[in-house]
T-cell receptor
Framework: GAVVSQHPSWVICKSGTSVKIECRSL??????MFWYRQFPKQSLMLMAT?????????EQGVEKDKFLINHASLTLSTLTVTSAHPEDSSFYIC??????????????FGPGTRLTVL | DAKTTQPPSMDCAEGRAANLPCNHS???????VYWYRQIHSQGPQYIIH???NNETNEMASLIITEDRKSSTLILPHATLRDTAVYYC??????????FGSGTKLNVKP
């Protein structure tokens, strides 16, 4: 159980276009979802936290107008990279927290989405 | 603001125990220590977590010092598939994970 999926697994787009990445919790309801970015040979960097039905909370230095996050249901969160530029090329990973009684802070991670902006 | 310090890399012979240390000297009394690992180009995988007591599951053991300022993840019989980057994370408020740089474990035949 506790599976998180992401779609697409990879995407290539032209500079200036917008890209949407989906994160789904397949077998549990995710009260909180998180979005991370990872550049090559670096660690994961937390971008934002989203709770179902409310606005996302962004980490310092992350542009909320550029990285639009929507958490419309307990099983789906989306990250839209608006007006993408080559420097936005990265590995984007989501995670979900079920908020259950046991190990309730554990985060289940998706497989990641590799974005390449030409 | 990861609050953890780990060696950048370690080697381990296949079949031997791998002991991965982590320093979290500024940990607060109610903050959990979590361990995840990331195999190349995949999402992180949960390994184990603990608060004060030592923990063991089917994957690993977690030894936390009495003062909670450091911990050690033990993989009892490392295999080649255990080659990965291992992250020690102190859980902060609001369930947020701030990843440090991790330890690259190289399991060698």
């Amino acid at each position: 159980g506790a599976v998180v999926s992401q779609h697409p697994s990879w995407v290539i787009c032209k500079s200036g276009t917008s890209v949407k990445i989906e994160c789904r919790s397949l077998d549990f309801q995710a009260t909180t979802m998180f979005w991370y970015r990872q550049f090559p040979k670096q660690s994961l960097m937390l971008m934002a936290t989203s709770n179902e039905g409310s606005k996302a909370t962004y980490e310092q230095g992350v542009e909320k107008d550029k990285f639009l996050i929507n958490h419309a249901s307990l099983t789906l969160s989306t990250l839209t990279v608006t007006s993408a530029h080559p420097e936005d090329s990265s590995f984007y990973i989501c995670s979900a927290n079920s908020g259950g009684a046991d190990r309730d802070n554990e985060q289940f991670f998706g497989p990641g989405t590799r974005l390449t902006v030409l | 603001d990861a609050k953890t310090t780990q060696p950048p890399s370690m080697d381990c012979a296949e079949g031997r125990a791998a002991n991965l240390p982590c320093n979290h000297s500024t940990i607060s009394g109610n903050e959990y220590v979590y361990w995840y690992r990331q195999i190349h180009s995949q999402g992180p995988q949960y390994i184990i977590h603990g608060l004060k007591n030592n923990e063991t599951n089917e994957m690993a053991s977690l030894i936390i010092t009495e003062d909670r300022k450091s911990s050690t993840l033990i993989l009892p019989h490392a295999t080649l598939r255990d080659t990965a980057v291992y992250y020690c994370i102190v859980l902060r408020n609001f369930n947020k994970f701030y990843f440090g740089s991790g330890t690259k474990l190289n399991v060698k035949p």
